[in-house]
């Protein structure tokens, strides 16, 4: 596509349940980000996929956090049994080359009621 | 550890006037890259400017423009003739050049006056 896609836009969701967020990254795009952004913060760095190499998760808060890229393509964010510390605007980024600048998805704001 | 500082929450420009926006950053490393980051009520974050650390030439977008210091490690952004479309958070951001991810500032919130 001509961006980097993320669904949902808004989640709303109870605390100790899953949910997953979904970034579809631009076509062809190597490189693919998780971010985290809580109120009036900056990005924290959660996870980074480049090609088939194994994933950078040094970034994730706790093991309630995994993510996957199916295809060196879509990548799928999992939080397990939220806590209302989970809400945040998780932010979806890829690139062409490593170290270029990224190109953003508009977010998935998590709200955990 | 590399850190980003952005020393200015909120900032504040006249319609027509320039604004410049603080950034400083820590690291022992000497091959680096440094991003502005635009990041409008829409949440996307847009990418406005970058800066290898190896070239002394200030970057330059349009009426966006950057004074790098490497020495000192400031990176500030210039905005001239600010419109009001330039209201927005904006994130300064610090990259190794054999490093995976970026390390941001907390951010400046940009108001544009009419």
């Known amino acids: 596509g001509a961006g980097v896609s993320q669904s949902p836009s808004n989640k709303v969701t109870e605390k100790g349940k899953d949910v997953e967020l979904r970034c579809d990254p631009i076509s062809g795009h190597t490189a693919l980000y998780w971010y985290r952004q809580s109120l009036g913060q900056g990005l924290e760095f959660l996870i980074y996929?480049?090609?088939?190499?194994?994933?950078?998760k040094s970034g994730l808060p706790s093991d309630r956090f995994s993510a996957e890229r199916t295809g060196g393509s879509v990548s799928t964010l999992t939080i397990q049994r939220t806590q209302q510390e989970d809400s945040a605007v998780y932010l979806c980024a890829s690139s062409l080359y490593q170290g270029e600048g990224y190109t953003f998805g508009s977010g998935t704001r998590l709200t955990v009621v | 550890a590399q850190t980003v500082t952005q020393s200015q929450p909120e900032m504040s420009v006249q319609e027509a006037e320039t604004v410049t926006l603080s950034c400083t950053y820590d690291t022992s490393e000497s091959d680096y890259y440094l991003f502005w980051y635009k990041q409008p009520p829409s949440r996307q974050m847009i990418l406005v400017i970058r800066q290898e650390a190896y070239k002394q030439q200030n970057a330059t977008e349009n009426r966006f423009s950057v004074n790098f210091q490497k020495a000192a490690k400031s990176f500030s952004l210039k905005i001239s003739d600010s419109q009001l479309g330039d209201a927005a958070m904006y994130f300064c951001?610090?990259?190794?050049?054999?490093?995976?991810?970026?390390?941001f500032g907390t951010g400046t919130s940009l108001t544009v006056i009419p």
């Open positions: 951001a610090y990259r190794r050049n054999t490093g995976n991810q970026f390390y």
């Open positions: 996929f480049q090609g088939n190499s194994a994933p950078d």
